[in-house]
């Protein structure tokens, strides 16, 4: 991302974080009505679910600017989704889900040049995460016993 991208995700998640409960209400509605089947993957009971949303996306924009620790933290929160049955497909429908919550919450200030840099914002945490989860998953498949050998 460049220092521009940077700038805009950072003065625009402020304006976020001012209705905080609306937009993660936001979120989680509109990514329930494009895929029904992700509500039992986020537990949405209570305003601490969304709070711990705005928690971690507000730490992702603060690690902007140290791209090393974002990755890690990433790849982290990665694992973690990887527990909780998410699944590479489910990231576009989660991003869709972010880009239309911030639309709806910035009104006039989600210009193209904010739009284009939240979508790299994205695509660049989603990657990572997927990154992290597909060598995880090489790395447990390659110390499986062979299923074949374990029958004979």
Not at 8 to 32: G, K, N, P
Request: proline share 3%; glycine share 4%.
């Amino acid at each position: 991302m460049n220092s521009r991208q940077i700038e805009l995700i950072r003065s625009t998640f402020v304006q976020v974080e001012s209705i905080a409960d609306q937009a993660t209400a936001l979120f989680y509605e509109r990514l329930f009505e494009l895929d029904p089947a992700l509500r039992p993957m986020f537990s949405v009971r209570t305003s601490a679910d969304g709070t711990r949303l705005m928690r971690t996306v507000k730490s992702a924009v603060n690690l902007l600017d140290r791209p090393y620790a974002l990755v890690s933290a990433m790849e982290a929160l990665g694992r973690r989704h990887l527990a909780g049955g998410v699944k590479d497909e489910h990231y576009v429908t989660i991003g869709a889900a972010l880009l239309w919550t911030l639309e709806r919450g910035l009104g006039h200030a989600f210009t193209p040049d904010v739009k284009n840099a939240w979508l790299t914002f994205y695509l660049l945490t989603a990657n990572t995460m997927k990154a992290a989860i597909a060598r995880y998953n090489a790395t447990v498949e390659a110390d499986e016993p062979d299923a074949v050998a374990c029958l004979n």
